[in-house]
């Protein structure tokens, strides 16, 4: 057994196509849509820490203390670099840092008007290529970064990742046994261009597998 020294952080996650690299947070403060809600009522909200946990050394990185009003959200790997998501409340931005897996430093890259989404309910990173995405409780599924574009989907229709020209997306029924799909959207107009029976499974490699 290897002692890991989190301060306090007990759950890691892998990154996708960043076998070597695993993230925690506290979640000081819930989801970010739930610190949201809490700057929102009061004014301030306590911050999440993020670490990164290199693998197999076990070495423990934490990329940035943040402030009250910022928080982060999950982050991607994605062509040898960690992408991170931060919303500063009090700025009103929504902020991509970049961290180089290589030296561990980061950088902040990107910067969008926190003002360009409806609220923080489902905005999250995705990659290859990066975008800010964002699947609100309204429905619908919508890319912030690079370009904006919006999509109505189905009911029960959540977003997986893209690929190419293609965005994957994954839904469920019950009519009246359980059941689920993936759907294929493109990304130029939204289109349903291919259904596939079962659900999908992404390897850490980044691949993904349909099963069913």
């Not at 301030?44 to 940035?64: K, S």
């Not at 430093?105 to 609220?119: A, C, F, G, W, Y």
């Not at 059941?179 to 390897?203: C, H, M, N, Q, Y």
Request: proline share 4%.
């Amino acid at each position: 057994m290897k002692r890991i020294e989190t301060n306090g952080i007990t759950c890691l996650e892998i990154l996708r196509e960043g076998e070597a690299w695993y993230c925690g947070t506290d979640y000081a403060s819930g989801d970010l849509y739930e610190a949201e809600e809490i700057y929102a009522e009061t004014g301030t909200v306590r911050p999440n820490r993020l670490i990164f946990v290199h693998h197999p050394d076990g070495a423990v990185y934490e990329p940035a203390l943040l402030e009250a009003g910022q928080y982060f959200g999950r982050p991607v790997f994605v062509a040898e670099k960690i992408y991170i998501l931060l919303v500063d409340f009090r700025k009103k931005l929504i902020q991509i840092l970049e961290c180089d897996t290589a030296t561990v430093e980061v950088r902040n890259t990107i910067e969008q008007p926190l003002t360009s989404v409806k609220d923080c309910y489902n905005l999250r990173l995705a990659g290859d290529p990066l975008m800010i995405t964002r699947q609100g409780a309204e429905g619908g599924f919508e890319i912030i970064y690079p370009a904006y574009r919006a999509y109505e989907t189905e009911a029960n229709e959540a977003f997986l990742y893209r690929e190419g020209e293609r965005l994957y997306f994954s839904v469920w029924y019950e009519d009246p046994d359980y059941r689920e799909e993936v759907i294929v959207r493109d990304i130029a107009t939204g289109e349903v261009v291919e259904r596939l029976r079962g659900s999908v499974f992404i390897t850490p490699s980044g691949e993904g597998w349909v099963l069913g």
